[in-house]
């Protein structure tokens, strides 16, 4: 089967330009003038973008946090998610309490396999390390799961490394190729917030209790160290200028990497000064005086745009009794949102606006993620993940979820239409709405090591 998407303005090598795309089964076949004839199938793309699947390299979903189940299960994220253009979604396995990663990795592959419309990739939280885990994690890393995160807070949660800890980590796994992914805000400097002073009653407060400069502390740290043992880092949703600054500037001493969220961009502090301000908590918190850190992602300063999505249950968030903020779920869903928002970074301009989508949420997160062989570009060989994207409207709400939580961009509106979404050179999304909703023809990425089977 041979598909020909042709006359759009096709993203490809860094720009934009008028080009026909032909698909060969689940591959790219040639991107040039080409003739229809040479087609079964033609996508007609005039007017339209046409650009590689995108990536969403920052997910959580299906998965306990605290006493909280999420909204979103593999089905339901990754419908949402390629019905806007996400062909792989990148999510969180973390290994629990009294568990090996194996077995969590056993867990989630129950939950995910057979049920996913995208593809999908996972990011391994460890949160022990006994000898025996580190013998894992180097097996782990060999059979390609390159990307672990680690967190330099939440100590109470049982996920904290300390600097000590992630040091070790870059000497013993760095060198097989290992991409850090690292949640930068100081442990310490959180608990020595003194929070006698703030009335805990008012959402604000989660500002002071995570303070800028827990981030920038923990950016400078760990930027410092994956530089000493040149390990390739990657700081999870920045939220600073100062944070971003810093990495932007220390970009030629090593592998260093920083993604940053759309809620850091369009969404200020003063969400937190809502009625329900309690439904924007998330950490690190919504910042204030957001016009240049937007200016410096306007410039490219940021390789990864991605979510955070982190959606809980509406009666979860809600369940707050007003009295100590720190009782409510920290996360916002995202997914749905991600290119709609990220083109808002580039709107008065929508080549720009498009290639922006290409580099950061399609290239450079294939990249970190070890998938750039594969996916992230238009380029003859890789993955038929194709977004057929129309900037003409018709303009329509954000959903960044379609679970029963809390929006998190309301009032926002997007004029973006997909058209066709291609995964692996099937057509599984058109005109926004997914082709074949009972048949989920996701997989997931990575190989197989001996994950036990769970019993
Ligand atoms: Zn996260």
Redesign the pocket.
Known sequence: MKTLIRNGRVALDGRIQSLDVLVEGERIAAVGAIEAASADRVIEAAGCYVLPGFIDF?T?VDDQIGPFYLADTYESATRVGLENGVTTLCT?VTQETGETLLTAMARARAKAEGRSHSDVLWHLTPTTFSPADIGSLRTLVHAGYHTLKLYTTYKKAGIYASYDRIEALFQSLGHLGTQFLI?CEDDELIEAVDASGLDLSKPISHARLRPEAAEVVAIERVAGLAIAHQAAMHV??VSTLEGARHLVANRGRGDLSFETCPQYLFLDESWLARADGHRWLCSPPLRSDRAPFLELIRQGAADIIAT?H?PFCSRDKDSWDGQDLRAVPNGMPGLGSLPHVTWKIWEDDPDRAALGLSTHVSLNPARRAGLGDRKGSLKPGLDADVVVLDPRGPERPLHSTLSTTHEAFPGFTTSLSLRHVLLRGETRVRDGQLTQPGTPTGRLLQPAPSIPPLT
Request: charge should be negative; glycine fraction near 0%.
């Open positions: 920052h959580h969180f949640h999870v949703h955070d982190c």
